[in-house]
T-cell receptor, first 117, second 117 residues
């Protein structure tokens, strides 16, 4: 069974501070995919990034960066110079190929980030 | 940019009534999913659908639930006799372009908020 743990339930930062959201996952599969989704107050789920288990390169996209470490089963997300628009719930998710041939996402419980002006 | 759409955005129903939630996946995608999110909780997988049949379903997806792709564009989730605990946000997602694989990222619709009174 797959499991995703986001230990931080809520985080508050002051605008322009850097913030890291933690994600730890569990799976016995050797091939898997990790994702981050953003859920703003309006409720939709916005895809941010996907990594596969064979690609441990860190990635940077503007103010966002992701640190994937298989040794610690972690896929952490850092926002640099946070802005009020970053306020949202952020979900980490894991997918593996099921016996039925489909992929289903297992989500963490989410981290609510509040950026205070 | 293509996107997943869902209607209605909010549905209010009486306990015991049937509801149909509608989704239009991204047009060239092949894999379709329903997830739900009870208020304040994590997103949970309900069912995946490929080639006009269910690929996989979770234990939440009991006999009260059914899915259908009635034509080439719509994907529906029906709840036969709603219960209070069915109140949640229901998300549709799609992935997997023709020639690709189901590992492609799942893109989510904006959700339908179902309120059962």
């Amino acid at each position: 069974a797959q499991k995703v743990t986001q230990a931080q339930t809520e985080i508050s930062v002051v605008e322009k501070e850097d913030v890291t959201l933690d994600c730890v996952y569990e799976t016995r599969d050797t091939t898997y995919y990790l994702f981050w989704y953003k859920q703003p107050p309006s409720g939709e789920l916005v895809f941010l990034i996907r990594r596969n288990s064979f690609d441990e390169q860190n990635e940077i996209s503007g103010r966002y960066s992701w640190n994937f470490q298989k040794s610690t089963s972690s896929f952490n997300f850092t926002i640099t110079a946070s802005q009020v628009v970053d306020s949202a719930v952020y979900f980490c998710a894991l997918s593996v190929l099921s016996g039925a041939g489909s992929y289903q996402l297992t989500f963490g419980k989410g981290t609510k980030l509040s950026v205070i002006p | 940019e293509p996107e997943v759409t869902q209607t209605p955005s909010h549905q209010v129903t009486q306990m015991g009534q049937e509801v149909i939630l509608r989704c239009v996946p991204i047009s060239n995608h092949l894999y379709f999913y329903w997830y739900r999110q009870i208020l304040g909780q994590k997103v949970e997988f309900l069912v995946s659908f490929y080639n006009n049949e269910i690929s996989e379903k979770s234990e939440i997806f009991d006999d009260q639930f059914s899915v259908e792709r009635p034509d080439g564009s719509n994907f529906t989730l029906k709840i036969r006799s709603t219960k209070l605990e069915d109140s949640a946000m229901y998300f549709c997602a799609s992935s997997g372009r023709a020639g690709g694989t189901s590992t492609d990222t799942q893109y989510f619709g904006p959700g339908t908020r179902l309120t059962v009174l």
